[in-house]
């Protein structure tokens, strides 16, 4: 069995020609120092559920993407963070919404998984993490200048009723990681701080289960970025495992199915998705998607539009 | 076109022996009263859409089912409202969760629909639905002796780390309806307060597309109730519309066969089902679900365990 991890940092309109080399280098940096974290644990012959949990968790403490430190911030201002996890042996999961405080959100939703619950919402789930040994953070930890001017920016954007000109990648951006184990076992794990000037409690796709975030090892383990009103109402994730299932379809023609056909109610972004055969798909329909895979070779390979995957 | 609708009212141990006369008696006057309301608007050939929301609207208004007035309270003493609606055509979807204030926390979800959002939670759910115009109820209209004395009881019961042996139907009670209008539109509601001394955050399937709420005019809308962690996990209501494009089975096969699943996973409950030729399916796993449907007769039938179904 070969084990392997996918992970995702956001996908939308990234602006190739605006895109300064420098940043171009930080998001692959972020995305294979995130790659070697899951796989670390994968090669030591960890199982998927810890290595989709670190591979996110070094996503959420790099201020370039959208969860954890350098969430986005709401129309009022705050950081509201959602998170998911499941494995797909047991279809154990667990699931946050609308948090600030765990320095991890993605921790937050491992506590709920192995918890009776599957999904905790606002003041209710930090205090949940607070009696469950969650670490927390300070705000200060999780504010970028950059996510704060981007609210700013919006802000005025909509007093002028301006079009959107800019990178909506930066807009709503979310991390994945997705991975399989020696054993075959699937996992997947989804953490975001949701859209830039989102309106306060606003839930997207992330913390949805059979939405963005969804395990089972008889099909396959997903993780979805974009508009995640269009990820729920098309129920993706569960739709390419149904797809797997009842019509024999490959985990690439299922995702890619799905992926264009989100287009058809607006659905713009992306996805990762691996099976328990060790198959992998990264298909987006935007016109980037940061992201990564790294396999038994321990070899990271990252992307952002449509180029081959390079490989540091 | 036969237009028709179904509705639940919560289902799990209903001890029959238990039950007065005039309490069983009261769910099924409470039913028909909600069958009713759901059946004026298909009558006057209005849409499935709007008679699940009159339907839910009366079980919210009844004190004896566990949505709205009635809700049970958290383990922190108080009331916490999730509710969800989504119309099969375009699949348009909206729910909020955690939410206490709307007189109908099912107007509030269909607020959400009529947005840009899909899911909203908590104090910007409730600002959101000060800022839609959506109706208002002060704390004393929600509350119930009979649900603050269950609360009351569960705590003392988990003081003692005494064995549960009282109705479980009245501690994880919702509310749902399904329907097929003339022009075989579909359209489901869930509207809940959730579990009798629940965490406080804790969100359950009811706002959870694709797990407690769906609907396609392809497949089905369902509603469904029970144990909610695991109808999370195995997509239920999703699994039911992809077993039967995917597989070809009846709207019947396909919910029976989600229901018996279920059971392995711990989901007791159970669900109620429409598909766009008008069937129907009333399946659970439980000693007991209330429930009732209305056809384009106009009779009212109502059951809450096993036996045929009745007329009043």
């Not at 930890?141 to 000109?165: I, K, P, S, Y």
């Not at 990681?177 to 997207?204: E, H, Q």
Request: net charge negative; with cysteine.
């Amino acid at each position: 069995m070969t084990a392997i991890l996918a992970i995702h940092g956001g996908a939308g309109t990234i602006g190739r020609e605006t895109m300064t080399a420098e940043m171009e280098a930080a998001h692959h940096a972020g995305l294979r120092r995130a790659l070697h974290a899951g796989h670390v644990v994968l090669a030591k012959g960890g199982n998927a559920l810890d290595a989709v949990t670190q591979a996110v968790m070094a996503l959420e403490d790099d201020p370039l993407f959208n969860a954890g430190r350098g969430a986005v911030y709401t129309s009022a201002g705050r950081q509201e963070m959602d998170a998911a996890i499941m494995e797909g042996q047991a279809r154990e999961a667990g699931a946050v919404a609308g948090i600030l405080g765990p320095r991890h959100p993605i921790l937050a939703a491992r506590a709920v998984l192995e918890s009776e619950h599957v999904m905790l919402q606002g003041r209710g789930a930090e205090d949940f993490c607070r009696d469950h040994g969650v670490e927390f953070a300070p705000a200060a930890h999780f504010h970028t200048d950059r996510r704060w001017d981007a609210l700013q920016t919006e802000l005025a954007r909509r007093a002028a009723a301006a079009a959107d000109l800019r990178s909506d990648a930066d807009r709503h951006g979310t991390v994945g990681a997705v991975a399989c184990d020696a054993d075959g076992n699937l996992a997947a794990a989804t953490s975001t701080g949701g859209m830039t000037a989102k309106l306060p409690g606003r839930i997207g796709d992330c913390p949805i289960f059979g939405a963005g975030t969804w395990a089972d090892n008889a099909t396959c383990a997903v993780s979805c970025t974009g508009h995640g009103e269009s990820f729920i109402r098309y129920a993706a994730a569960h739709e390419i495992a149904s797809r797997m299932r009842y019509l024999g379809e490959s985990l690439e023609q299922a995702s890619a199915t799905v992926v264009r056909e989100l287009v058809d109610i607006g659905g713009n972004g992306g996805l990762i998705a691996v099976d328990a055969k060790g198959n992998f798909a990264l298909p987006f329909n935007s016109t980037g998607m940061y992201r990564g895979v790294i396999g038994s070779d321990g070899v990271a390979r990252s992307a952002i539009w449509g180029e081959a995957m390079l490989s540091a």
